[in-house]
């Protein structure tokens, strides 16, 4: 049974450039949550999506978007990259909002 | 607002001795509270969680944590600690009876000497 998913697992982009993060939830769930977490720091939660819908937001700028498809994969997309925006993206699964929460290996995005 | 705070950025103690992490929280109501590991290169892993009940919750790998509301504590406990204890551990509070918008603490670096 795979567990939850991420692509790409490292990646580089410039200021200005937008960045898209995919994640596939582990096999039955379909709940996705999305965290930043920056070096040294703890994860902040950017949204979760649940039926296609975004739920809940964290306080991110709406550079930062999500979506969710009927498979319950999710794409994170992020526009306009500044370098504050360096970190290693956290993508959670769980089976509705009071499962426990399963997260993948993550993607480290660097700005430069 | 809801808040996290671990107060040891790195604890290194030695294999085979007691651990105690420390989490201290502030959030008005009932949190729900939990403890998360992560090894280099992985994902997190959750260790436990409490939302009720008994306040000494126990967990996977040995670990078991107690809640004190006069305190505003979670502490991490393992009697005997093994060379593969050695992580990032992150406590964590939920406002709800859920997983929706976890606040993290900022993780204490877990340090193993032989």
């Known amino acids: 049974d795979a567990g939850v998913t991420q692509s790409p697992t490292h990646l580089i982009k410039t200021r200005g450039q937008q960045v898209t993060l995919r994640c596939s939830p582990k096999s039955g769930h379909d709940t996705v949550s999305w965290y930043q977490q920056a070096l040294g720091q703890g994860p902040q939660f950017i949204f979760q999506?649940?039926?296609?819908?975004?739920?809940q937001r964290g306080n991110f700028p709406d550079r930062f978007s999500g979506h969710q498809f009927p498979n319950y994969s999710s794409e994170l997309n992020v526009n306009a990259l500044l370098l504050g925006d360096s970190a290693l993206y956290l993508c959670?699964?769980?089976?509705?909002?009071?499962?426990?929460?399963?997260f993948g290996e993550g993607s480290r995005l660097t700005v430069l | 607002a809801q808040s996290v705070t671990q107060p040891d950025i790195h604890i290194t103690v030695s294999e085979g001795a007691s651990l105690e992490l420390r989490c201290n929280y502030s959030y008005g109501a009932t949190p729900y509270l939990f403890w998360y590991v992560q090894s280099p290169g992985q994902g997190l892993q959750l260790l436990l969680k409490?939302?009720?009940?008994?306040?000494l919750v126990q967990g996977i790998k040995g670990f078991e944590a107690e809640f004190k509301r006069s305190q505003s504590s979670f502490n991490l406990r393992k009697p005997s600690v093994h060379w593969s204890d050695a992580a990032e551990y992150f406590c964590?509070?939920?406002?709800?009876?859920?997983?929706?918008?976890?606040?993290f603490g900022t993780g204490t670096r877990l340090t193993i000497i032989p």
């Open positions: 999506y649940y039926e296609e819908e975004e739920r």
């Open positions: 964590a509070v939920a406002p709800l009876f859920g997983n929706e918008k976890l606040t």
């Open positions: 959670a699964s769980s089976l509705g909002s009071t499962g426990e929460l399963f």
């Open positions: 409490y939302f009720s009940g008994d306040t």
